[in-house]
Nanobody
């Protein structure tokens, strides 16, 4: 069973910074991509940033230059450094991993439970 655990959300004022952590655990053969998505009330879940096993990153236009995704020394851990936060960054942030639990299995998507980020003006 695969489990993704997020931490680091909370309340910040506009212009401040927060960091989100996510660790994947359980039966994992290999991880293709990990990333962060967010969902604000009334909106669909949207991509924030992703990072591949090779370290290639991808960002939503709305966070480019402000957010930075990285991997820990343990390749099953990722971080999202969020700087210059804006009220429109307020959302529940979800960690995602696209991974194989066993060799030869098709990769699947797994999600964390979500962590709230609230930015006040």
């Amino acid at each position: 069973q695969v489990r993704l655990v997020e931490s680091g959300g909370g309340l910040a004022q506009a212009g401040e910074s927060l960091r989100l952590d996510c660790a994947a655990s359980g039966i994992i053969f290999s991880i293709n991509t990990m990333g962060w998505y967010r969902q604000a009330p009334g909106n669909q879940r949207e991509l924030v940033a992703t990072i591949t096993s090779g370290g290639r990153t991808n960002y939503a236009d709305s966070v480019k230059g402000r957010f930075s995704i990285s991997r820990g020394n343990a390749k099953n851990t990722i971080y999202l450094q969020m700087n210059s936060l804006k009220p429109e960054d307020t959302a529940v942030y979800y960690c995602n991993a696209n991974l194989r639990v066993y060799a030869g299995y098709h990769p699947g998507d797994y999600w964390g439970q979500g962590t709230q980020v609230t930015v006040s003006s």
